[in-house]
């Protein structure tokens, strides 16, 4: 993630700006609807806002102004490089690394560019955005409704849209939508969340707090009925993190930097903890929450073996595929998964220690501190937001998907753009919206 601030530089760059409205609706309703289009928004988003801004007369080398989150992102980007000479398979370690940079270099000059371009239309993309966030929320709350009518619609006409896996049928005909297949879009869900709201912040008082109290209710809504425990938390936790701080913004945000680093020094032994209380036989626990100790645990045995520089990047499905191949992992009895690592540890924090090492971890644990502290720069009405959306991030990474999927690093990496963008809602807003 990338520096949310930069100083103000710029003037009203004229009507050839007027297609970043469009791009910031579309984006979040686009991938709202299809997850993996992320990788091509983010795209996207961050060269229109550069092409823009260079258009508005931005020198160039202004993009990346030397940051020190700049230079804690590309050590890890770099550190991940390297790492990659000893990942099972090298071409797919490289590969990882190389989105890894492109999204460093990419969201932090399109931050930057995002930066210089103070105008009308950075509030109208403001608005766009949220208007785009609120319809692909809609989208999911009607599909887990209906149990997925509009996607079994589309796979009625596009067979090969969804995997089968995720299908209910009888009798040869698609009756539902395994909602688990919606995962993806609640978990955007959440980490539009708070950008939306932000950009809502820029209505007239009259009816902003309508629209915050609305776009609120849909996107909380879809996350409560959705099947994604990680982003249920992860709307409690960042709630509360908004909360806190609205009131106390320089403690919550210095805060959530030591909560980032600690989490990767207490998430080995927070794991074997767990285990040898019994907690993946708790009932009282999700069957995935059981199964997220049990794969945690074996995880984190591995760690073990290779502690100092961790088993190579992505090296993890690879790793799986080994053990199955020559000998099938345990599952003893009352176990709700078997002993093994799967295709990622579902924790970044972990998954950091197991395929990079401990000089992974403490690379990415000073990346994400020097980022979160770059929210004390924003204007002081979008700080208590960044910070919401900075632990949804965190939360979900927790819990939840694969460091390297290639949707959820580009999620992520987009979530800074829109931030920069909202936040003109609240920057030299026009009187009459005061």
């Keep these: ?11 009203d760059i004229g009507r050839d700006t007027l297609f970043l409205p469009i791009i910031f609706f579309i984006s979040p309703l686009a991938t709202g609807v299809a997850p993996r289009l992320t990788p091509f928004f983010v795209a996207i988003v961050g060269f229109s806002l550069i092409a823009a801004a260079l258009r508005g007369g931005l020198p160039w080398r202004e993009l990346l102004p030397p940051r020190a989150a700049l230079a804690a ?37 399109a931050v930057e560019a995002a930066s210089s371009l103070k105008s009308k239309v950075m509030h109208q993309s403001a608005i766009a955005f949220a208007a785009g966030a609120l319809f692909g929320a809609l989208f999911v709350l009607i599909e887990l409704l209906s ?21 209910n049928k009888s009798h040869g005909i698609i009756v539902s939508l395994n909602l688990s297949k919606l995962d993806q879009n609640v978990n955007l869900a959440i980490f539009n969340l708070w950008p939306g709201l932000l950009a809502l912040m820029g209505l007239a008082r009259t009816r902003r707090t309508i629209a915050m109290i609305l776009f609120f209710a849909v996107i909380s809504t879809v996350i409560m009925m ?46 074997f903890i767990a285990y ?17 100790i049990i794969l945690w645990e074996y995880t984190a045995e591995q ?54 090492g401990a000089v992974g971890a403490l690379f ?49 990496a987009v979530v800074p753009l829109y931030l920069r963008v909202t936040t003109a809602a609240v920057e030299e807003q026009p009187a009459s919206r005061k």
Excluded at 1 to 11: H, N
Excluded at 147 to 159: A, N, S
Excluded at 276 to 292: I, Q, V
Aim: hydrophobic share 55%; with cysteine; glycine share 6%.
């Design 1 to 11: 993630m990338p520096s949310l601030a930069g100083a103000a530089r710029g003037k």
């Design 73 to 109: 992102c590309l050590l890890f980007a770099a550190y991940v490089f390297l790492n990659a000479a000893w990942s099972v398979d090298l071409l797919a370690g490289i590969g990882k690394a190389a989105l890894l940079l492109s999204l460093v270099v990419i969201t932090f000059a």
């Design 147 to 167: 149990g997925g009518v509009l996607t079994r619609t589309l796979v009625g006409w596009f067979p090969h849209l969804v995997p089968p896996k995720h299908l």
């Design 226 to 271: 959705s099947e994604h425990d990680s982003s249920q938390v992860a709307l409690v936790a960042s709630s509360l993190v908004v909360m806190l701080a609205l009131k106390w913004r320089t403690l919550v945000i210095r805060s959530l930097a030591v909560l980032w680093c600690a989490a990767f020094v207490f998430v080995i032994p927070a794991n």
């Design 276 to 292: 040898e209380n019994g907690l993946h036989f708790a009932h009282w626990l999700p069957k995935s929450a059981r199964a997220r």
């Design 303 to 356: 760690v073990l073996n290779h502690p100092l520089l961790g088993v190579g990047v992505d090296s993890t499905p690879f790793l799986t595929e080994q053990q199955k191949a020559s000998s099938p992992p345990e599952l003893p009895e009352g176990y709700a998964y078997r002993r093994t690592m799967g295709h990622h540890a579902h924790s970044i924090y972990l998954q950091t220690w197991s395929e990079l």
């Design 364 to 412: 990415l644990a000073a990346a994400g501190a020097a980022v979160v502290l770059l929210i004390a720069l924003l204007p002081i009405a979008a700080q208590p937001f960044a910070a919401g959306a900075f632990a949804s991030f965190a939360i979900v990474g927790a819990f939840a998907w694969g460091m390297w999927q290639s949707w959820f690093l580009c999620a992520v």
